[in-house]
């Protein structure tokens, strides 16, 4: 194969990668709530996680609550119906708002990244997530903001 025939075809490829992978991304959509802020915590309803599907029920691995109360948003992992986790979305390193990428939260800043348990699972960042003990309560999450988990 010659050179304008490689790279023609390695073009080709990576722009098909590219475009099949920012379709699949566009598919998932992120889904925030404001949450009901109290004076020690955020509420939640179970609900905000559920997807609507055709003849089935389905939910979110993940909501975000955003607030103006709050400097940083808070990422939302449900692990499922008992089990969740409640992730500062504050890089560790030097302080930039990380973005969820699944069950990966990710520093645009330097690249860190965090796991869907607000460990560091790449660097520059060394020191986990500040993640916040969830209670769970019949349909209702409380996330308490007073202490750490």
């Not at 955020?42 to 109360?69: C, H, M, P, W």
């Amino acid at each position: 194969m010659n050179r304008r025939d490689f790279i023609k075809n390695s073009c080709t490829a990576c722009l098909s990668v590219t475009v099949l992978s920012s379709l699949a991304s566009s598919c998932t959509s992120i889904r925030y709530t404001g949450g009901k802020l109290g004076k020690d915590g955020i509420t939640l309803n179970k609900a905000e996680f559920k997807i609507k599907q055709k003849g089935s029920i389905a939910y979110s691995s993940f909501i975000i609550v955003r607030n103006d109360a709050l400097k940083y948003p808070i990422c939302v992992y449900r692990y499922n119906d008992t089990e969740y986790t409640a992730l500062w979305m504050k890089c560790t390193h030097q302080g930039a708002e990380l973005q969820a990428l699944g069950d990966v939260l990710h520093c645009p800043a330097h690249g860190s990244e965090f796991n869907n348990k607000g460990q560091v699972i790449n660097g520059p960042a060394d020191s986990n997530l500040r993640a916040f003990p969830v209670a769970v309560n019949n349909d209702e999450l409380f996330i308490d903001l007073r202490k750490q988990a």
